[in-house]
């Protein structure tokens, strides 16, 4: 290895010469092939949205922003605009410049094309964090938590089922997942080898592809459904790099799903009969010397139990954004190891926050309400900002759950979204952790979603009374 005449090796050099590149130059260098560019933005309702462009635009959004309309975010989950938002034509439609995320710039493997992707966030003309893009509410609160002194250490766990669009609908015109025929469910096969073995073609792509995208997968399961599974994500220390897997993740599979002729749905609760899709989130936080406080071997029980208290407290307040869609209130069904219950313990599947068996260093909780179609940002930053406000007023829990959580006498979530969203737009919580605005506009679309639901004559109302 040689030496510069600073004194300094060359590969050391090397090092700052990279550090100082931007992150866009640095990729185009290694994908001097790159055609074109995926601009990715995600709603409020967890839908991604943004457009196609050419490589050229990627400089551009590194630097002043690719422009969108801040009405964007004021879109219901079917893509139209929610007035009273307030962000649409009253306001001329303004537009926002919208900047890619540090280290979201990757490789779409699955294109026809040399593609990459980036997600991108919302700000205003003056350079400011755009107050409707959840992206930035789980800044804001990631920002808050570590002023405090404290470093979230996240991961996800999405569950999902794939579908065979050429299968023989069930009566109810809903296709079956794979495994399962028209004659009803087949039998239960939890943790299934075979279930992988026969759809390894799909995994392995979602194993290659997701290593190309430098996205941090774990572990990959069949789950407690057939045809359903389950892919987890390994913890990271920074909850906004977290939340944009999570989300990267859910394209993936979709993607690759569709690559091999099937289709993915995150949809909460798509079969009535068996499992739901939920999204788990485990956390815990480090210290400014990156040791976890939550560690039994640091006396951590305390700063537990206090952030345990603060999610407790603000749980049915949050359920709205854990469970933001009419449908998902049918996965929180008793007995189905989807929480109904504002509650805790330890190694207990049946409460709303489970404390996982694990080495005493990696201690942490696991959050187990939202569904897998939520909002990764906006779970991510309800749940920090409640751990936040445990830790900061001293919460302390009501007592552990230890058996069955759906028989206990505590309080119970919202089993509909009209509570939901009345609970969520009331919540002194819900303005502390995501601010007056963003409040109102959540609540508005949700309750615009809401309407469509309640003027929906269903197929079974016309069967029974017509």
Not at 389 to 415: C, F, K, S, T, W
Request: net charge negative; with cysteine.
């Amino acid at each position: 290895m040689g030496v510069t005449e600073a004194g300094i090796t060359d590969a050391s050099a090397d090092k700052a010469n990279a550090a100082e590149t931007p992150e866009y130059q640095s990729y185009l260098a290694a994908h001097p092939e790159t055609e074109a560019v995926e601009f990715l933005i995600t709603d409020s309702n967890g839908v991604l949205r943004g457009k196609w462009a050419p490589a050229g635009s990627i400089s551009k959004a590194f630097k002043e922003g690719v422009n969108f309309p801040m009405s964007m975010f004021g879109l219901d989950v079917w893509g139209r605009e929610v007035m009273e938002t307030g962000l649409h034509v009253d306001t001329g439609d303004r537009d926002g410049f919208c900047k890619a995320g540090k280290g979201t710039l990757r490789s779409v493997p699955w294109a026809d094309r040399p593609t990459a992707q980036t997600i991108l966030t919302m700000h205003t003309e003056r350079g400011q964090p755009f107050h409707g893009d959840p992206r930035n509410a789980l800044e804001r609160v990631k920002e808050r938590i570590e002023a405090a002194g404290y470093t979230p250490c996240v991961a996800m766990e999405l569950e999902f089922y794939l579908v065979d669009p050429k299968a023989q609908p069930h009566a109810n015109g809903m296709l079956p997942p794979v495994f399962q025929g028209v004659g009803g469910p087949a039998p239960q096969n939890m943790y299934a080898l075979s279930d992988l073995a026969q759809y390894s073609h799909v995994f392995s792509d979602i194993w290659s592809f997701g290593k190309a995208q430098g996205l941090p997968i774990d572990t990959m399961v069949s789950e407690a459904a057939p045809g359903q599974f389950e892919v987890n994500l390994k913890h990271r220390p920074d909850a906004l790099a977290a939340a944009d897997d999570a989300v990267m993740l859910r394209r993936l599979v979709t993607e690759v799903a569709r690559r091999h002729g099937l289709k993915a749905t995150f949809m909460a609760k798509p079969y009535i009969d068996i499992a739901g899709n939920g999204l788990h989130v485990h956390v815990s936080l480090l210290d400014r010397d990156g040791n976890n406080i939550f560690s039994e071997e640091r006396g951590g029980e305390g700063k537990l139990k206090n952030s345990i208290a603060g999610l407790i407290e603000s749980m049915q307040a949050m359920t709205l954004v854990f469970v933001p869609t009419f449908n998902g209130y049918r996965r929180l069904q008793p007995g189905s190891y989807a929480p109904t219950t504002a509650s805790w313990g330890h190694n207990n599947r049946s409460v709303g926050i489970r404390i996982p068996a694990s080495p005493p260093e990696a201690r942490r909780l696991e959050h187990r309400i939202a569904g897998a179609d939520a909002n990764p940002y906006l779970v991510m930053a309800a749940i920090l900002a409640g751990m936040l406000e445990g830790l900061e007023r001293n919460l302390q829990p009501p007592p552990a759950v230890n058996i069955n959580a759906y028989e206990e006498m505590v309080p119970r979530l919202p089993d509909d979204m009209g509570e939901a969203i009345r609970l969520f737009e009331r919540s002194d919580f819900a303005r502390r952790a995501f601010g007056l605005e963003y409040r109102s506009l959540f609540a508005h679309l949700k309750r615009a979603e809401l309407r469509e639901f309640e003027r929906e004559i269903t197929p079974l109302e016309r069967m029974t009374y017509l």
